[in-house]
């Protein structure tokens, strides 16, 4: 059975930094995508970010590239998300995302037939 453990998230100021981790388990070997969804209050959720294993394919949403960051240690079955540049619009709750597979392509943004963290609070404000 597969597991994800959230942890970090947090009050911040905006322009701050934050980083999120996200510990899976219950996965055959290393060959699944991983990243991050968030869903703001009255809004759907929205992928954000992804990473294959080895971190030969990627993916960001264009609201957040270049202000995060996306990485991976097979090693620990881990998988992190440096936040930089944090404005109030990412202000949301984050849940860690994976399934199986090998690319971060458009497919990883749709929300279904996903393994999901608990989520983590991020409050970016003055």
């Known amino acids: 059975q597969v597991h994800l453990v959230e942890s970090g998230g947090g009050l911040v100021q905006p322009g701050g930094s934050l980083k999120l981790s996200c510990v899976a388990s219950?996965?055959?070997?290393?060959?699944?995508?991983i990243g991050w969804f968030r869903q703001a209050p009255g809004k759907e959720r929205e992928g954000i970010v992804c990473?294959?294993?080895?971190?030969?394919?990627?993916s960001y949403d264009n609201s957040v590239k270049d202000r995060f960051t996306i990485s991976r240690d097979d090693a620990k079955n881990t998988a992190y998300l440096q936040m930089n540049n944090l404005e109030p619009g990412d202000t949301a709750v984050y849940y860690c995302a994976a399934e199986p597979g090998f690319i971060c392509g458009t497919a990883w943004y749709e929300t279904g037939k996903k393994y999901w963290g608990q989520g983590a609070q991020v409050t970016v404000s003055s």
């Open positions: 219950g996965f055959t070997g290393n060959e699944y995508l």
């Open positions: 990473i294959s294993s080895g971190g030969s394919s990627f």
